[in-house]
T-cell receptor
Framework: RKEVEQDPGPFNVPEGATVAFNCTYS??????FFWYRQDCRKEPKLLMS???SGNEDGRFTAQLNRASQYISLLIRDSKLSDSATYLC??????????FGSGTRLSIRP | GAVVSQHPSRVICKSGTSVKIECRSL??????MFWYRQFPKQSLMLMAT?????????EQGVEKDKFLINHASLTLSTLTVTSAHPEDSSFYIC??????????????FGSGTQLSVL
């Protein structure tokens, strides 16, 4: 079983839609959680860290459920510029950061 | 903010040659550097973790004699792909953790190197 599992998509939604991504992790001792955005052949850019209390940054909301070992990302009022691959990442107790397989999102006009 | 400078950004080489990729941390000291590889439409796969002044730790299935990692100083880590073959063609990217935050480490990424082996 992969340490971090993520639905690869692709998701193709109209502009203005709300879209949600989920990611599960297997190591219950994992300590930190993140969502990254990656554009084609570019380095990933940190979108937001994920906290147990949940956190919001504008149209983006991230949630962590430690009991069920998953993290989620919600994008509201999606824009064309949101088209990208979204990667969840988990820092294990060994200090390594492991990425999910990424979910491709395409926003259509 | 902290920056990781990676070069070259793109390499095209013949099969059998060795390719060196450098990652430098600017304005901060990177005692650890993670090296990832990404095949098309796939995620970042951790290859190894380099630590300044000690041997790198390789992930399962990654040949340490094939992918030589050197982390000789607090600001420079290198990955050398030895005797590269077409199947080594991939996007290689380094990253260093931000250790200023006590509980939530972020990663600073280099810009990546696209390696194409003919």
């Amino acid at each position: 079983r992969k340490e971090v599992e993520q639905d690869p998509g692709p998701f193709n939604v109209p502009e203005g839609a709300t879209v949600a991504f989920n990611c599960t992790y297997s190591n219950s001792a994992s300590q930190s959680f993140f969502w990254y955005r990656q554009d084609c052949r570019k380095e990933p850019k940190l979108l937001m860290s994920v906290y147990s209390s949940g956190n919001e940054d504008g149209r983006f909301t991230a949630q962590l459920n430690r009991a069920s070992q998953y993290i989620s990302l919600l994008i509201r009022d999606s824009k064309l510029s949101d088209s990208a691959t979204y990667l969840c990442a988990v820092r294990s107790s060994a200090s390594k950061i492991i990425f999910g397989s990424g979910t491709r999102l395409s926003i259509r006009p | 903010g902290a920056v990781v400078s990676q070069h070259p950004s793109r390499v095209i080489c013949k099969s059998g040659t060795s390719v060196k990729i450098e990652c430098r941390s600017l304005d901060f000291q990177a005692t650890t550097m993670f090296w990832y590889r990404q095949f098309p439409k796939q995620s970042l796969m951790l290859m190894a973790t380099s630590n300044e002044g000690s041997k790198a730790t390789y992930e399962q299935g990654v040949e340490k004699d094939k992918f030589l990692i050197n982390h000789a100083s607090l600001t420079l880590s290198t990955l050398t792909v030895t005797s590269a073959h077409p199947e080594d063609s991939s996007f290689y990217i380094c990253s260093a953790p931000d250790r200023t935050a006590a509980t939530n480490e972020k990663l600073f990424f280099g810009s990546g190197t696209q390696l194409s082996v003919l």
